[in-house]
């Protein structure tokens, strides 16, 4: 087990396109894949993708958000590997974003409320799931980490991005 450093904004890692991976048995990605799990939960994070950790490998994990706050269900955790997103519609939501690479901060970033994910988990089986809200959300989130893309580039408002420490000024319903 290792706790890999995590890339911050500005690191040219984090805007670079990742490579697809071949082999999701390979001895260094299964290692890495271990190495991203227990990074992303040292760090308290959602999800975490393999270009956080410098790695420009097309994998990303996070957890499946549960629809019960007291449900800390490990079987949540999803291994998303080469992944597609296709929207299911137009619809698009607002909701407060975080992300480990751009620390302290959040912002309101609109994101489509609907998708269709696709790809391999760890053991190369496929993964073809619908996903709406935050679980849509996480996964739209980490595999924009894929393409190059923080969630600041994502936002319509920049007077959204704010300071943890300064959100007791934005939490009206409209955020
Ligand atoms: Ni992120």
Redesign the pocket.
Same mark, same amino acid.
């Given at each position: 087990m290792a706790i890999l450093k995590i890339a911050k904004m500005g690191n040219p890692v984090l805007s670079k396109v990742a490579k697809k991976v071949n082999d999701p048995q390979n001895p260094e990605i299964v290692r890495l894949i271990q190495d991203m799990v227990d990074t992303m939960i040292d760090a308290n /994070?959602l999800?975490?993708?393999a270009p956080?950790v410098h790695v420009s490998k097309q994998i990303v994990v996070f957890y499946i958000p549960s629809h019960n706050e007291n449900d800390e269900n490990e079987e949540l955790l999803t291994i998303l590997i080469n992944p597609l997103i296709e929207p299911i519609n137009n619809d698009i939501f607002y909701d407060w974003? /975080?992300?480990?690479?751009?620390p302290d901060l959040r912002g309101w970033v609109p994101r489509y409320k609907s998708i269709l994910y696709k790809g391999i988990d760890h053991l190369g089986n496929k993964i073809e799931t619908k996903a709406e809200g935050l679980h849509a959300r996480v996964v739209q989130?980490?595999c924009?980490?894929l393409y190059g893309y923080?969630?600041p580039q994502r936002m319509k408002n920049l007077d959204k991005l704010v300071f943890n420490s300064e959100m007791k000024y934005h939490l009206s319903p409209e955020g």
């Open positions: /994070g999800g975490l993708a956080q974003e /975080g992300c480990l690479s751009v989130h980490e924009d980490h923080l969630y």
